[in-house]
């Protein structure tokens, strides 16, 4: 089963992308268009899937420089997040068009195309049991509708959250339980058993991402 979802792991984060030069990247839009489609989809109205740039070597998100859509003489910026996400539209016109996508990173990083199932608003400050509970069963869906037909027999069940934070803010999550959990790098996972039903955590900052947290895919 191990062997099974490190294939799905890799189909759900990877998409046909081939470096031009370095520092450059280009996708056709209906690609992109076939993953993002899934926001759309009901059901799932607090999270969505996210297009990110990873460094290869220290896994941290790369700066995106600039990004844009071209066809023939049609050009278009595309938006990038405060927090380093490629912001594209959907849009079932710009499908039919199907225009290219070009996304530029530094010259010196060599950047991976990474999509993700994630929370469409940040966590900050106090965050109860239920804020989080209620993304769980939505991560699990999408997960399960990337990963195809039979994604729902071997997708391991989301049982938490992955909280990122900008700048690998090192700090501590404290649970209303008197207990904390140490965010390292910018990184912390967490149960929804170590919040405790009708407990809350306390935030030192902002999240940049919230993902869902899979324990059993690493066994």
């Known amino acids: 089963m191990k062997k099974t979802f490190a294939f799905l792991s890799a189909a759900l984060i990877s998409a046909a992308s081939l470096p031009i030069?370095?520092?450059?990247?280009?996708?056709?839009?209906?690609?992109?268009?076939s993953q993002m489609k899934k926001n759309a989809d009901e059901g799932h109205d607090d999270v969505k899937v996210g297009f990110f740039f990873l460094n290869a070597n220290t896994k941290q998100l790369c700066n995106i420089e600039k990004a844009w859509m071209e066809k023939e003489e049609h050009y278009e910026?595309?938006?990038?997040?405060?927090?380093?996400?490629?912001?594209?539209?959907?849009d079932s016109h710009l499908k039919q068009a199907n225009p290219l996508v070009f996304v530029q990173t530094p010259m010196d990083e060599r950047c991976d195309f990474s999509m993700v199932v994630m929370s469409k608003k940040p966590f900050k400050g106090e965050v109860t049991y239920d804020e989080v509970s209620v993304l769980l069963p939505q991560m699990q869906v999408i997960l399960e509708d990337l990963g195809g037909s039979f994604a729902s027999w071997f997708t391991p069940d989301v049982e938490g959250v992955t909280l990122e934070f900008p700048e690998q803010l090192n700090d501590t999550v404290s649970f209303s339980n008197g207990t904390e959990k140490k965010i390292v790098n910018g990184k912390v996972q967490i149960t929804l058993d170590e919040i405790g039903v009708d407990g809350t955590m306390r935030l030192p900052a902002e999240t940049s991402r919230v993902l869902p947290y899979l324990p059993k895919a690493d066994k």
């Open 21 to 33: 030069q370095a520092q450059e990247y280009m996708f056709t839009y209906s690609k992109l268009y």
């Open 77 to 90: 910026k595309l938006d990038v997040s405060p927090y380093k996400e490629l912001l594209v539209p959907l």
